[in-house]
C-alpha cells in the first residue's frame, strides 16, 4: 500500500466522527450483514459519514488491507476500526456502542 | 466443513468451537462460497480485544476466506 492510498483511506475515514464502509449505501444496503450495521447505527441516532465499496473495488482492496480486516461492513470511530457486522452488535447489545459513538467532553 | 473444523482446533487448542452453515439463510443472494458461523470459546482471547480476538479467527481461515467461505460470523468468548 503506497503513501497516497493509505492518505486517501485516512482521509475518507476521518471525514466523519463516525463511519462506516459497506457495501451499498445506509439507504440502500447491498448486504445482510451491511444492513444489519445501518440498522443499529440508525437506532442509536448518531449521524455517521459512508462509503459505498462497490463504487469503487480500489477502495474496498485498500481498506481491506489498510485495517487488516478481510470483510466489509467495516465500522470507524475517530478513525479507528471498531469492527464489522459482528462485533457492532455484541457492543450493541453490551450497551457499550452508546458510549462509543458518544463524543468525548471536550476540555 | 470438517476441514474448517479442524483447522479451527488446530489453531484454537482446548478452546470450545461451533461451527454452522447458515448458507440456507441467505438464498438468492448471488454469492459463491458458503456462509458459516463460529462460536470459540478459548483460553486464549484473555486480554484481548474483541477486534483481536476476531482477527485470530480471520487469520486461522485466511486461505478459505473469500474462498470456499463467502462470509463468516464470529462470536467469541473466553474460556
Redesign the interface.
Known amino acids: 500500500m503506497t503513501d497516497d492510498q493509505k492518505t486517501l483511506v485516512e482521509n475518507m475515514i476521518n471525514s466523519d466522527r463516525v463511519f462506516l464502509m459497506l457495501k451499498g449505501t445506509p439507504e440502500m444496503p447491498r448486504c445482510g450483514f451491511s444492513a444489519r450495521v445501518v440498522e443499529i447505527l440508525n437506532g442509536t441516532g448518531a449521524s455517521y459519514g459512508s462509503f459505498n465499496v462497490f463504487d469503487d473495488y480500489n477502495i474496498m482492496n485498500m481498506i481491506k488491507e489498510y485495517s487488516n480486516w478481510p470483510t466489509t461492513p467495516q465500522l470507524y470511530v475517530d478513525g479507528k476500526l471498531v469492527g464489522g457486522c459482528d462485533i457492532v452488535e455484541e457492543l450493541a447489545t453490551s450497551g457499550e456502542l452508546e458510549k462509543i459513538l458518544t463524543p468525548a467532553e471536550k476540555e | 466443513m470438517d476441514q474448517i473444523l479442524q483447522k479451527l482446533e488446530y489453531a484454537f487448542p482446548g478452546a470450545d468451537i461451533e461451527l454452522k452453515n447458515t448458507s440456507s439463510m441467505?438464498v438468492g443472494?448471488n454469492a459463491k462460497g458458503m456462509h458459516l458461523k463460529t462460536i470459540i470459546s478459548y483460553r486464549g482471547f484473555k486480554g484481548k480485544s474483541?477486534?483481536e480476538q476476531?482477527?485470530m479467527v480471520?487469520n486461522a481461515l485466511?486461505a478459505e476466506?473469500?474462498n470456499e467461505i463467502h462470509?463468516?460470523?464470529?462470536?467469541t468468548t473466553i474460556k
Do not use: D, N, V, W
Open positions: 441467505h443472494h474483541l477486534i476476531h482477527r480471520q485466511e476466506l473469500g462470509a463468516l460470523s464470529i462470536k
